[in-house]
Structure formats: structure tokens, C-alpha cells
């Protein structure tokens, strides 16, 4: 259900910091009508569209930054996701290449060695080079592929992340617009979160006074009762 913020319209009262005598003084007890508003106001549309599966929170609740309010269905996503992750966990393959490397480098070097004693020829030795300088080359593929999964797998977690509404500030949840099972998308805001620690108001003064207040003036304000 719609709620109209509990400080949409307000009638203020005012208090000037001035002299009595000051360009202020007619403020000193003025009641004027005027507009305050929540200074963070987010209206949150969910990043994709979808259905929703869980909504966190409850109007009026007090949310922290980045506390989730609402999640959309997201198998499919989780489910990638898993896929990625597994996929970056897999080391097996980078180090078979290495040892394989490291292998055939040590083999190589043995046979340099040898050669140098008339022991080994020189078909042999360049024969060990090339086979050395393919496993390197299959380490050096099995280690982009590792980056590439891991890659991978930070695309799958932003991804997933789409699927749900956090706060973006702490603050208190003045508008919720859903339910399990509504369909959303990302033009229409699901909730709506407001920090109330600082407002910006805006008041109606009489014509009469038009000029009188400068940049600068400072007064106390509070809402009528």
C-alpha cells in the first residue's frame, strides 16, 4: 500500500537566532506553512525484472546500508553462479602444467649438461627445448584460464546481486510496494528507503518580506503540533 511521508507537508514554527531589532526579528515565533523532506530519499526499482521471491523488511523498519529488502526470484542466477564458482576452485589442471614445466626445464638441463660432456646430442637437446617450451605455454594457458574463471565468476556474483534490492544508506523504510509473487521490473520502485537525520525544508514566507532574508540566516526550526 502507498504511504505519503510522514513529513510530505508540514506547518513549522520558527525561532530566529537574531536580535530582536535584527532583518530576522519578524521570525521570532512566526508560524509558517512549508514543505520538509528527508535530504536521502531513494526509490529503489529492482535492476531486473522478474518475480518477487522474499521481501526482507516491513514498512516503517529501520535498515542498515546494504541490508537487502527485497529479493527476486533467482534460481537461474544462483544456479550460474554455483557453476562459476566451482569452475574458479579448479586448480588441478594449473598445476599439472606447472610440474610438467618444471619437469621437462630439469630434463633439459640435464641433457645441456650431458652435451657438454659428449653424452648427449645436439637433436636431443632441441628436442628436450621444444617440449620444455610447451608445457610452459600450456601453464601459461591453464593460468589465463584460471583468471578468466575467476573473472567469470565475478560476473556471475554482480549478476546475482541484480536480483536483490539493498538499502543504500542506513535509513528507514517508508514505502513498500510488494509482495512474494509480484511481478516488477526496473521501472516501477519496489520500496522506498528515507533518512530522516537531515531535511531539507522549504518555507512559504509572506510577500511583504520578499528581500529581507539573506544566504546565511540562521534559524531553528520545528514542526507545530
Do not use: Y
Not at 536580535?19 to 506553512?33: C, M, Y
Not at 531535511?199 to 503540533?225: C, D, K, M, N, Y
Amino acid at each position: 500500500m502507498k504511504r505519503t511521508l510522514a513529513l510530505a507537508l508540514l506547518f513549522v514554527c520558527l525561532t530566529g537566532r537574531v536580535a530582536a531589532d535584527g532583518p530576522l526579528s519578524f521570525l521570532r515565533r512566526s508560524q509558517l506553512e512549508g514543505v520538509a523532506k528527508p535530504k536521502l530519499l531513494a526509490e529503489l526499482p529492482p535492476a531486473a525484472a522478474g518475480v518477487v521471491a522474499e521481501v526482507h523488511v516491513v514498512e516503517n523498519q529501520l535498515v542498515k546500508k546494504d541490508q537487502p529488502l527485497v529479493t527476486l526470484d533467482n534460481r537461474v542466477a544462483r544456479a550460474a553462479q554455483k557453476v562459476a564458482e566451482l569452475a574458479a576452485r579448479r586448480t588441478a589442471a594449473l598445476r599439472a602444467a606447472r610440474l610438467q614445466w618444471e619437469l621437462t626445464d630439469r630434463q633439459l638441463r640435464r641433457l645441456e649438461e650431458a652435451f657438454d660432456r659428449a653424452a648427449s646430442s645436439a637433436f636431443e637437446v632441441e628436442e628436450k627445448r621444444v617440449s620444455r617450451d610447451q608445457a610452459r605455454a600450456a601453464f601459461d594457458r591453464a593460468r589465463e584460464d584460471q583468471v578468466a574463471a575467476a573473472a567469470a565468476l565475478d560476473l556471475a556474483n554482480a549478476e546475482l546481486r541484480r536480483f536483490t534490492i539493498h538499502a543504500p544508506f542506513d535509513g528507514r523504510v517508508v514505502e513498500l510496494n510488494v509482495n512474494p509473487g509480484t511481478a516488477v521490473g526496473p521501472t516501477k520502485p519496489a520500496v522506498t528507503v528515507a533518512n530522516f537525520a537531515e531535511l531539507e525544508v522549504t518555507l512559504f514566507l509572506p510577500i511583504e518580506r520578499f528581500g529581507t532574508i539573506q544566504p546565511g540566516s540562521t534559524v531553528r526550526v520545528r514542526a507545530a503540533e
